[in-house]
């Protein structure tokens, strides 16, 4: 694992690298993600309907294959989803894009 992933681990997808407590937040629902550059991150999806979860997420990232690339994150069709706060599910890299 290189430093920058090293610095993402337990962190929020979105909080500033500055930031003094980059962890969740109580009364927040978020995934996490596994794979790729933002294994390990968490992302909050507190007021998704079931259908954007469904839908997986292109995040804006360094990391990827391209330099301000996305990186592709999708839900496990089969993957157990918690409904309210806390970590709701997992969603899994399925790739970069431009």
């Known amino acids: 694992m290189n430093g920058d992933e090293q610095l993402l681990r337990g962190r929020v997808y979105g909080c500033d690298h500055d930031d ?8 927040r629902t978020y995934v ?4 790729g550059p933002l294994d390990g991150l968490l992302l ?6 079931p259908e954007e979860v469904d839908g997986g997420v292109a995040l804006a990232t360094e990391l990827s294959r391209w330099p301000g690339g ?6 496990s069709a089969d ?3 918690a409904p309210g706060p806390g ?6 890299y399925s790739g970069d894009a431009p």
Do not use: H, K, S
């Open 44 to 49: 909050d999806i507190t007021g998704w309907t």
């Open 87 to 92: 970590v709701a599910c997992r969603f899994y």
């Open 70 to 75: 996305r990186a592709l994150y999708d839900p």
């Open 32 to 35: 996490t993600l596994v794979g």
């Open 79 to 81: 993957g157990p989803r």
């Open 20 to 27: 003094p407590d980059p962890g969740p937040l109580p009364a």
